[in-house]
Nanobody, 117 residues
Framework: QVQLVESGGGLVQAGGSLRLSCAASGRTLWRYVMGWFRQAPGKEREFVSGINSSGGKRYGDSVKGRFTISRDNAKHTVYLQMNSLKPEDTAVYSC???????????WGKGTLVTVSS
């Protein structure tokens, strides 16, 4: 089991930036694929970004070129740098962990990001 706690959400104006953090405890982080997902009101959960144990990264089409994922295994933390934010980025952002992208079974409670126009 891995416990995940997100932080860094908040209210920001369109065009602004935020950095989300996901702190992990309970198991060694480096083994896991880590991902960020988001869910806006009335919409399905959407994959935002992921990073594997080798540092390979994936991004959803809607955030490519604007968001950057990184991980610090020594600090057991994964980050999501979000730039050029848009109102449509407003959502609850959740961190997830798993042994692969098809087995993301450990989840945090999420942090709310609100982007005002």
């Amino acid at each position: 089991q891995v416990q995940l706690v997100e932080s860094g959400g908040g209210l920001v104006q369109a065009g602004g930036s935020l950095r989300l953090s996901c702190a992990a405890s309970g198991r060694t982080l480096w083994r896991y694929v880590m991902g960020w997902f988001r869910q806006a009101p009335g919409k399905e959960r959407e994959f935002v970004s992921g990073i594997n144990s080798s540092g390979g990264k994936r991004y959803g089409d809607s955030v490519k070129g604007r968001f950057t994922i990184s991980r610090d295994n020594a600090k057991h933390t994964v980050y999501l740098q979000m730039n050029s934010l848009k109102p449509e980025d407003t959502a609850v952002y959740s961190c997830a962990a798993g042994y692969n992208y098809d087995a993301m079974d450990q989840w945090g409670k999420g942090t709310l990001v609100t982007v005002s126009s």
